[in-house]
């Protein structure tokens, strides 16, 4: 089983910055994909970004495009989501996901971690 944990989430306001980190342990995919969705209130899941095992191929949500980057640190197996210039409209869940590549994890991923709160206040 893969686990995965987000870490720092927390309130900003707008137009600021902040970063998540999400570190996988126990049974590790070979090469997997990693990204991150999100969930407001009301709202359904939805994709934000992901990342090849490489690094070399992205993925992005329009809605973040250029506001937003992922990284990953394969040697600490942590997935990092550095979120600029957040509006308010970015509140929500954020839930780091894994796959079997960023393509999967973007339809679709297999893990789910257990999300952490990002409120962006205006």
């Known amino acids: 089983q893969v686990q995965l944990a987000e870490s720092g989430g927390g309130l900003v306001q707008a137009g600021n910055s902040l970063r998540l980190s999400c570190a996988a342990s126990g049974r590790t995919l070979s090469r997997p994909g990693m990204g991150w969705f999100r969930q407001a209130p009301g709202k359904e899941r939805e994709f934000v970004a992901a990342i090849s095992w490489s690094g070399d191929i992205t993925f992005y949500a329009d809605s973040v495009k250029g506001r937003f980057t992922i990284s990953r640190d394969n040697t600490k197996n942590t997935v990092y989501l550095e979120m600029s210039s957040l509006k308010p409209e970015d509140t929500a869940v954020y839930y780091c996901?894994?796959?079997?590549?960023?393509?999967?994890?973007?339809?679709?991923?297999?893990?789910w971690g257990q999300g952490t709160q990002v409120t962006v206040s205006s």
């Open positions: 996901a894994a796959g079997s590549s960023a393509v999967v994890v973007k339809r679709g991923p297999g893990y």
